[in-house]
Every structure is written in structure tokens, then in C-alpha cells.
């Protein structure tokens, strides 16, 4: 089982909804809604009914990070009052996960019926690969050829969620996937989120940086369960190749979603 292969959470998880939310993401809705697409794949393979809620907006980091506290708390509001059922939260991104689990609390603290409100709601947020390892127990035949990738795991979601255990424990499930470790594999790509256009030239230089030691691991893509990091790995290699005169892509990138539902379903291969 996929439990026994990662340290235990002092979390308690609940047995598998029949039901849950899915909060898609701005990076997801507006670059990539593959990833969107294929976790609700995931999930309703599982018997779960998935609950998308027009409504939603953003999780309010940009606003948060960036020293606005009364427009995060207005972007936030709005999350706690359209998820009213008690289903659990699934966010394919530990960065907009850790935002609505950790700092929703803190930004409600002046408000005591707020706060307990956005209490609750953050016990209901789970990151997709917490989830699926935690929650659905995911176990599925890795259908795909053998291929090397390497993973990257978000700051927030490494150091806020813990996902980096949970994507690499299902990375390791699939048979025929060979995850290779990259240099200084805790360092951030540079995305930052508003920070990348802050300071254009710092996130330059990082995310060269990172893209030369995925580059060095020997991988042939990079999986990532934040589109943000995503986009902005698989963005500076772009350019590079663009300015090598490559056709092809050196350093295709997925979402975690869309990598597990390709290796693991018919109507994928």
C-alpha cells in the first residue's frame, strides 16, 4: 500500500467521500485545464462524485504574499461561503493548498466567528497527491512505456504540505517510471508567484538553475503537482531551445494529474 512507503502524517484522514469539491485553480482554469480535466478523471474513477463550483475565484496568495491583507481576506470570504457542504477539498496544487489550509486561520484571526469558519473549511482542504495517497489509497497498473522522469515539488507544497512525499510515493508506484534525483532538489524554480515579476532577473537566474540540474538528472520530462513551477520550468527551457534553434522540445513538462491518468488508463495511452 501506498501509505507504508511514506512517513505518517499526524494527520487524521477520513475514509473515501462519495463526494468532494474541487477547487481547480487560477493557473489550472487559466494555462492548463488539462490538469483540471484529468483530476477529475482521477477522482470519479474512484466513485467519487466531483463538485466544480463556478464561483470560486482565487485562493487570494497573490494578494496575501504580496502584503494585502484586506484584499485576501475579500478573495478568501468568497471561498468560505460557496463550499457550505462538508465535502472535502481537493486542490491540485500544494501552493494554493497550503494557502487555504494554513493561512486562511490567520487571516480571520480579528474575527471569531470568521475564524471558525475558516478553520473548518481548512480541515477540509487536501492536496491532490495527499489525497490520493491518503485518502482513495490510489493503486493502479502503470500502463505506460518505461520512461525517466523528475520531479518537482513546489516551496509551499514541500514545506507547507508535505506533498513532495505523497508525489513521489505515486511516482514510485508506476512500474515503468524511473523518478531520478535532481540537484539541490529542495530549491525553489524561481516562480514565486508575483516574485517572478518582481524581480525578473532573480527568477531568471533561479529557474536556469533549476532547469540545468533536471536537465543534468538525466530526465526526460519534468512532473510537477503545481502548474506555476510547471510554467516556469518548462518555459525557460523553452526559450532556451528557441534560442539553440531546437525543434523539440529538451524538457517537456505534466502536471501530476495528466501523468497519472495518462500511465494508468486505457483512454490515455
Same mark, same amino acid.
Given at each position: 500500500m501506498l501509505t507504508?512507503?511514506?512517513?505518517?502524517?499526524?494527520?487524521?484522514?477520513? *475514509?473515501?467521500?462519495?463526494?468532494?469539491?474541487?477547487?481547480?485553480?487560477? @493557473?489550472? !482554469?487559466?494555462?492548463?485545464?488539462q490538469a483540471g480535466l484529468d483530476t477529475v478523471r482521477l477522482l470519479e474513477r474512484e466513485g467519487i462524485t466531483v463538485h466544480y463550483l463556478e464561483q470560486q475565484t482565487c485562493c487570494g496568495q497573490p494578494a496575501h504574499s504580496s502584503g494585502f491583507p484586506e484584499e485576501a481576506r475579500a478573495v478568501a470570504l468568497q471561498q &468560505?461561503?460557496?463550499?457550505?457542504?462538508?465535502?472535502?477539498?481537493?486542490? *491540485?496544487?500544494g501552493s494554493c493548498g497550503g494557502m487555504m489550509r494554513l493561512h486562511y486561520p490567520h487571516l480571520f484571526a480579528a474575527d471569531p466567528v470568521l475564524q471558525a469558519r475558516a478553520t473548518a473549511l481548512a480541515e477540509r482542504?487536501?492536496?491532490?497527491?495527499?489525497? @490520493?495517497?491518503?485518502?482513495?489509497?490510489?493503486?493502479?497498473? !502503470? &500502463?505506460? !512505456?518505461?520512461c525517466t522522469v523528475a520531479l518537482h515539488t513546489s516551496c509551499h507544497a514541500r514545506r507547507e504540505m508535505g506533498a513532495h512525499e505523497t508525489s513521489?510515493?505515486? &511516482?514510485?508506484? @508506476?512500474? $515503468?517510471?524511473?523518478?531520478?534525483? $535532481?540537484?539541490?532538489?529542495?530549491?525553489?524554480?524561481?516562480? +514565486? +508567484?508575483?516574485?517572478?515579476?518582481?524581480?525578473?532577473?532573480?527568477?531568471?537566474?533561479?529557474?536556469?538553475?533549476k532547469v540545468s540540474s533536471i536537465k543534468d538528472? +538525466?530526465?526526460?520530462?519534468?512532473?510537477?503537482?503545481?502548474? +506555476?513551477?510547471?510554467?516556469?520550468?518548462?518555459?525557460?527551457?523553452?526559450? $532556451? !531551445?528557441e534560442v539553440a534553434g531546437l525543434k523539440t522540445a529538451s524538457l517537456p513538462g505534466e502536471h501530476l494529474a495528466s501523468f497519472l491518468w495518462k500511465r494508468t488508463s486505457a483512454q490515455g495511452t
Open positions: 507504508e512507503s511514506i512517513t505518517p502524517s499526524a494527520r487524521r484522514y477520513p *475514509p473515501k467521500p462519495a463526494h468532494v469539491y474541487l477547487f481547480s485553480t487560477c @493557473l489550472i !482554469d487559466q494555462f492548463t485545464p &468560505l461561503n460557496i463550499f457550505t457542504e462538508s465535502w472535502p477539498i481537493v486542490v *491540485p496544487s482542504v487536501y492536496e491532490l497527491s495527499e489525497f @490520493l495517497v491518503h485518502v482513495v489509497n490510489f493503486n493502479h497498473e !502503470d &500502463l505506460g !512505456d518505461l513521489e510515493a505515486l &511516482l514510485d508506484s @508506476l512500474a $515503468q517510471v524511473n523518478v531520478v534525483q $535532481q540537484a539541490r532538489i529542495e530549491e525553489c524554480c524561481g516562480f +514565486g +508567484g508575483t516574485f517572478a515579476m518582481r524581480y525578473p532577473d532573480i527568477s531568471e537566474a533561479i529557474v536556469t538553475d538528472s +538525466g530526465a526526460e520530462c519534468v512532473v510537477s503537482a503545481d502548474c +506555476g513551477c510547471l510554467l516556469n520550468i518548462t518555459g525557460r527551457s523553452a526559450k $532556451q !531551445d
